[in-house]
């Protein structure tokens, strides 16, 4: 989400705090207008008084007279609710005081908390270490993926829920927290006592050269540091001998706008227009261009985007592409053209309320209006599963809008960034996708079955390396843990036929175990299409504008069928 979240305490609602009214003059005032009077904004209408008096009798009878007591606060709350709900806006809502501070509490936004670096969730009767961050206290003192945490500061953990096991994790930066660790194969409890830090959640989680000059980063989330992780990564990719780059965007569900112009930035001229907001209130009308000089220039560059790459991921998408500067190859995304303000609230609630929507360099709004709640980025019709298992819509609507880029290249608008060159991910059969969807009835034993399996896996084979590939007989031994030990009620016709999709999610796991995210990747590689055809048109673009040469070639041959490199045109 596109959020601006400085707290404007400027803006928010006057409410008094040992009165009712002054939070029902705001909720009549919502409810007559269809938006907030902030500030000077409790009207100076006799109509809007007679409203507010009339919701306070209607609250007092209900308060005293109702046959069974009612929380009056629990009522207010409702109202202020129904009163959002009347906007039919997802992305807009009020946020209590104890969901915030629990919010910032898990998510490290409050500066006085640290945590140990881990990653963590419930399996069976224990929380377990997922992944130790980069960088972490964790990590540095030797704690691995698979480690079981049976005891925090001297307290058993055996059933604690992870959230549980973080909230006693996490505390102030520099303070200490002991722990006692189950590790497979090892007879005794292993004892840690880790120092807490502030731990920096990165957005470029790796950076890698794949072939012939063609470097990949991946951006998984726009945070305050995700311009400066960019901007480091293609440092260290042009001491490599960086020819070209793939920024992927994929499954990106964005994050803070400045942080999406920021990405922007790096690509662009100094004084090129990035995105324009437009709101009804003071100051939410706003330009905002790149500052800096082009850090790349003459650098071929695709942006691989999909349907839940959002906000921020759209902001970079959008520019990109109207600058005619990457070509944009994938998905139609997911279509989130607005911008969230976070208001302070009295009693230290949160309003989150969308203030202004964006538009692209050339004027496009990427809006999407859409009835699934915020984060359902699918449509209805996405019906088919790809090889991971990850729902796959069926590419973008046949007409849509057209538009010109600055340099004269049809672009679409209708909502979205429609890329230059759709490519939709590699898919399961029918049959295999009935089998997978039969399989997702079990998809928590699983996960977990698949977690414990990979573990024991890395432990059992210390020679292990890159190339490996599992066995029938490993499949076979996996079924029988899943049937015995997890009772999960499979066919094992079905998993026969399913053998695909849990191939896949094993030899992953594995390699993530063995050599972290970016193992984890180079070893799915041969199954992500799309990032292949990305290689095959900037392996024969010397130059930026060759790519839309490229792309509109394959999109000439599309429809006759697709090549060995999955876009027509590309062998």
């Known amino acids: 989400m596109a959020e601006n979240d400085n707290m404007n305490s400027q803006m928010r609602p006057q409410l008094s705090p040992g009165s009712l009214w002054g939070p029902l003059v705001v909720l009549v005032v919502a409810l007559v207008t269809g938006g907030w009077f902030l500030q000077r904004g409790v009207a100076q209408s006799t109509n809007v008084y007679l409203q507010a008096r009339l919701f306070q009798e209607v609250l007092d009878y209900v308060t005293e007279q109702y046959v069974d007591p009612v929380d009056q606060s629990a009522l207010i709350e409702s109202a202020i609710t129904g009163v959002l709900e009347e906007l039919n806006d997802a992305h807009t809502s009020f946020i209590d005081s ?278 359902s980025a699918l449509p209805v019709e996405s019906l088919t599963l790809g090889v991971g298992g990850e729902p796959v819509t069926r590419g973008a609507p046949e007409e849509l809008p057209t538009q010109e880029s600055l340099g004269g290249r049809t672009i679409y608008g209708g909502g979205g960034i429609t890329p230059d060159l759709v490519v939709l991910p590699d898919t399961l059969s029918a049959s295999e996708q009935a089998s997978v969807q039969r399989l997702f009835r079990s998809a928590g034993i699983f996960a977990t079955a698949s977690f414990n399996h990979a573990v024991s896996y890395v432990q059992d084979h210390a020679d292990l390396e890159p190339g490996f590939t599992l066995s029938a007989a490993d499949l076979d031994r996996f079924y029988q843990t899943l049937v015995d030990e997890h009772e999960v009620v499979l066919d094992e016709s079905d998993f026969m036929t399913a053998q695909r999709y849990v191939r896949y999610q094993l030899e992953r796991e594995i390699a993530l175990q063995a050599w972290g995210k970016e193992g984890a990747f180079l070893r799915t590689l041969g199954n992500d299409g799309l990032l292949r055809d990305a290689i095959e048109i900037l392996k024969r673009a010397e130059i930026p504008e060759a790519l839309f040469d490229l792309a509109s070639d394959a999109r000439q041959t599309q429809a006759v069928g697709a090549s060995a490199s999955g876009v027509p045109g590309l062998n």
């Open 98 to 375: 104890e969901t915030w501070d629990a919010f910032r509490f898990r998510s490290g936004a409050d500066a006085d908390y640290g945590g140990v670096g881990l990653e963590i969730q419930k399996q069976g009767e224990w929380v377990t270490v997922i992944t130790p961050l980069p960088g972490g206290p964790a990590l540095r003192a030797g704690i691995r993926a698979g480690d079981r945490v049976i005891d925090v500061e001297g307290v058993s953990a055996k059933d604690w829920a992870t959230d549980q096991a973080a909230n006693l994790l996490r505390g102030r930066p520099g303070t200490d927290v002991s722990l006692l660790i189950d590790r497979p194969g090892v007879d005794e409890p292993i004892p840690f006592t880790l120092t807490r830090a502030v731990i920096e959640l990165l957005s470029v989680p790796f950076a890698t050269m794949l072939e012939e000059g063609v470097g990949y980063i991946p951006l998984a989330v726009f945070s305050e540091t995700s311009g400066r992780e960019v901007h480091d990564a293609i440092e260290r990719l042009q001491e490599e001998g960086l020819t070209s780059l793939i920024l992927d965007l994929r499954d990106n569900p964005g994050g803070l706008l400045e942080e999406g112009v920021g990405v922007a930035d790096l690509f662009l001229e100094d004084g090129s227009p990035i995105l324009e907001t437009r709101g009804r209130a003071a100051g939410q009308d706003q330009h905002y261009g790149a500052e800096n000089p082009e850090m790349v220039p003459g650098l071929p560059v695709v942006v691989l985007v999909n349907e839940r790459s959002a906000s921020a991921s759209e902001i970079v998408a959008g520019a990109l592409q109207d600058h005619d500067r990457a070509l944009v190859m994938g998905n139609r995304t997911y279509g989130k053209g607005s911008v969230q303000t976070l208001f302070r609230l009295s009693g230290g609630s949160i309003l989150r309320l969308t203030t202004a929507r964006w538009f692209t360099p050339v004027g496009r709004s990427i809006q999407i209006v859409r009835d699934e709640p915020e984060g």
